[in-house]
């Protein structure tokens, strides 16, 4: 996972985003389209939140401290909490209330509704742009690590990433959803389709809120490696000379560059305690060699308790 990579995605949608949010509601006030108003305090949202996730990647990059001795990587997940909270009420908020107005009838008509077709046609452009950059990231990294492309993005503790993406990939179909609406309100005379697309695009605001949100909190809480990286640095500790078993392996994501790693080690008796002490330096230096994001290494020696013969079983 490259820090450069995640920062290039943000400022590429960052960037879109505050062009598309002033175009957008400037259009949606001409045109007098709820969708079109819709559309612009998405856009404003995702430009603070793309404020919010490029400052987590500043923060989250100082060095480790007395008061913080596994640094600040946690901080990306605290940055990302507070974008979903900022697409949730700056978004879909306003979204579902201005489209619930229009549905009640409460909609003023506009008459430059061109120009609304015309923010909208650069909006496709613009995210579209955005988007890309994000997917060729996710394509890059699935060719690092072998996975299929949704499972890259399902199981990727980079929450960074992760939002530039779910907002990219909001945008554009939030745009069909507002050329629809538009649409169907000049085509039917009725304002209830763009009131209704507005309210659609603020249920898929709640969705990517939701989604973001939840993966924020498991990493903030602490969240493990996934399953195929622990067998992975299972198996090289247990392959280790000197080592007889892992009897328990514990694992936490610091950020998504840094993963600390803890486990109860069984030693053969036959080494003597220096020796193990350089197995388990050996040991050190192959996790990071094999997992590159694997940064603090602790192994706590065990003994391996046999029941006697005369005990009961």
Same mark, same amino acid.
């Given at each position: 996972?490259?820090?450069?990579? #995640?920062?290039?995605?943000? +400022?590429?949608?960052?960037?879109?985003?505050?062009?598309? @949010?002033?175009?957008?509601?400037?259009? !949606?006030?001409?045109?007098?389209?709820? @969708?079109? +108003?819709?559309?612009?305090?998405?856009?404003?949202?995702?430009?603070?939140?793309?404020?919010?996730?490029?400052?987590?990647? *500043? *923060?989250?990059?100082?060095?480790?401290?007395?008061?913080?001795?596994?640094?600040?990587?946690?901080?990306?997940?605290?940055?990302?909490?507070? /974008? /979903?909270?900022?697409?949730?009420?700056?978004?879909? !908020?306003?979204?579902?209330?201005?489209?619930?107005? #229009?549905?009640? !009838?409460?909609?003023?008509?506009?008459?430059?509704?061109?120009?609304?077709?015309?923010?909208?046609?650069?909006?496709?452009?613009?995210?579209?742009?955005?988007?890309?950059?994000?997917?060729?990231? =996710?394509?890059?990294?699935?060719?690092?690590?072998?996975?299929?492309?949704?499972?890259?993005?399902?199981?990727?503790?980079?929450?960074?990433?992760?939002?530039?993406?779910?907002?990219?990939?909001?945008?554009?179909?939030?745009?069909?959803?507002?050329?629809?609406?538009?649409?169907?309100?000049?085509?039917?005379?009725?304002?209830?389709?763009?009131? +209704?697309?507005?309210? +659609?695009?603020?249920?898929?605001?709640?969705?990517?809120?939701?989604?973001?949100?939840?993966?924020?909190?498991?990493?903030?809480?602490?969240?493990? =490696?996934?399953?195929?990286?622990?067998?992975?640095?299972?198996?090289?500790?247990?392959?280790?000379?000197?080592?007889?078993?892992?009897?328990?392996?514990?694992?936490?994501?610091?950020?998504?560059?840094?993963?600390?790693?803890?486990?109860?080690?069984?030693?053969?008796? #036959?080494?003597?305690?220096?020796?193990?002490?350089?197995?388990?330096?050996?040991?050190?230096? &192959?996790? *990071?060699?094999?997992?590159?994001?694997?940064?603090?290494?602790?192994?706590?020696?065990?003994?391996?308790?046999? =029941? &006697?013969?005369?005990?009961?079983?």
């Amino acid at each position: 996972m490259s820090r450069a990579e #995640t920062k290039k995605t943000v +400022l590429v949608a960052g960037a879109a985003n505050f062009i598309l @949010a002033i175009t957008k509601l400037v259009a !949606g006030v001409l045109a007098g389209s709820s @969708a079109m +108003l819709a559309e612009g305090a998405h856009s404003v949202a995702d430009t603070l939140n793309q404020g919010f996730l490029y400052a987590s990647l *500043r *923060r989250s990059a100082r060095p480790p401290d007395r008061r913080h001795p596994f640094g600040y990587g946690n901080e990306r997940y605290f940055w990302s909490l507070l /974008a /979903a909270f900022g697409i949730f009420v700056a978004g879909a !908020g306003f979204s579902i209330f201005e489209g619930a107005l #229009t549905i009640a !009838g409460h909609s003023s008509e506009g008459t430059q509704v061109w120009l609304a077709y015309a923010v909208l046609a650069l909006g496709a452009i613009l995210e579209g742009t955005s988007w890309i950059r994000a997917f060729h990231q =996710a394509r890059q990294e699935t060719r690092d690590n072998g996975r299929d492309l949704v499972d890259h993005v399902r199981r990727t503790p980079d929450v960074t990433f992760k939002a530039a993406l779910f907002e990219d990939t909001a945008a554009m179909i939030g745009l069909a959803i507002a050329a629809a609406g538009l649409a169907l309100r000049e085509i039917t005379g009725s304002a209830f389709w763009d009131g +209704l697309a507005s309210v +659609l695009i603020g249920l898929l605001l709640v969705v990517v809120a939701f989604a973001l949100g939840r993966d924020s909190m498991g990493l903030l809480i602490g969240r493990a =490696a996934d399953p195929a990286a622990q067998r992975e640095i299972r198996a090289e500790i247990a392959a280790a000379p000197g080592v007889t078993g892992v009897d328990e392996l514990l694992t936490m994501h610091f950020g998504p560059d840094e993963l600390l790693v803890a486990a109860k080690v069984h030693f053969s008796d #036959t080494i003597s305690a220096d020796e193990a002490e350089d197995v388990a330096g050996a040991i050190d230096r &192959r996790l *990071r060699e094999r997992v590159p994001i694997v940064r603090h290494v602790f192994l706590d020696p065990t003994q391996r308790t046999v =029941a &006697r013969a005369d005990e009961p079983a």
